[in-house]
DNA sequence: CTCATGTAGTTTCCGTGACAACTACAAGAG
DNA sequence: CTCTTGTAGTTGTCACGGAAACTACATGAG
């Protein structure tokens, strides 16, 4: 029954797994402290402001933050009427929209960041060395890659976080 | 108020949650096209099979597999009613219950995980160094640690000001 | 013993996301 | 053109999990 995984690599596993949990916790905590939204309108929103132009298309802006479309289309709606994003008509392709941040959308940004950066910093940069995060990058990177290539079938999580600007 | 966070640690906070949807996906989906059910119960039957006595009360384990005790609660009912676990009431004390495997639930962990192992080595070890396990490993079980200092509400963390206790 | 308070687990209500069916438009073949 | 097939996004349905109210039992003060 112990079908051969090295306890190094298990006990990274197990480390990542305890890692994103508690991490996400504190962080979803913190921004409903602050009477934030939840870390999964920061994820829409950056992924939106990094985009080239600062717009995205609704299928693009579903893989970008690993959501499913018809997921996104709600999530999305919420945040519509939230007032921090708008749909923009496709001219070339009247199907689709583009997804753009309001004001409202760039301001509310700016504030979810440093309480997300807040708690990146005491828990996550005091705790890892530089080189543990270089290891931690380099690793994982692979390992999403890979692991990204063989998506039989789909399924997802929570997507990245990043600085505004 | 613009929260720095270095540019290796926000990689690696990045790889983090991209590794762990990625894998997490990739499970899922191998799981599935296995007819066997998912991730949470393997979880779960994981947490009794180790826990000493290979019993545990509800509390302990919704603490184990981070989930709300409510939640816990339903989970159990499906898993009981799937014949993989039982609720055996606790002598000393008639509010709780011991969470235990039935032999179903044992045949079950040893179906899950292969599948589980299969995964992690084509994806997580084949990409990732010892060394980086290593790495991997120590920086995020100390980042874990100290995020779930703070998750926990405001208590009375009377770090400030009087003398303590 | 009795009462107040605390704890274990369950239940109710609600928000969210996956999945699949569906609508509207696009694009290539003939 | 027109037909077929493919794609973008939305909608309906469902399963799951969190939060808080609730029940039953435990425990310590008096």
Do not use: C, N
Request: charged share 25%.
């Amino acid at each position: 029954m112990t079908a051969r995984v090295p306890d190094p690599h298990l006990g990274a596993w197990r480390a990542v797994l305890s890692a994103h949990s508690a991490l996400v916790a504190a962080v979803e905590t913190e921004l409903a402290e602050a009477s934030l939204p939840p870390l999964a309108w920061y994820d829409v929103l950056w992924a939106v402001r990094r985009s080239p132009g600062k717009r995205i298309r609704m299928a693009d802006l579903a893989a970008e933050v690993t959501i499913s479309r018809g997921g996104l289309t709600k999530l999305a709606d919420r945040l519509e009427k939230a007032g921090v994003l708008l749909r923009e008509a496709v001219e070339e392709d009247g199907r689709g929209f583009y997804v753009v941040l309001t004001p409202a959308g760039e301001a509310m940004l700016r504030r979810m960041w440093p309480v997300y950066a807040r708690v990146l910093r005491s828990s996550f940069v005091s705790a890892v060395s530089a080189e543990e995060a270089e290891a931690i990058d380099a690793g994982l990177t692979r390992a999403a890659s890979v692991a990204q290539q063989r998506p039989a079938r789909r399924k997802a999580s929570r997507s990245v976080g990043g600085s505004p600007r």
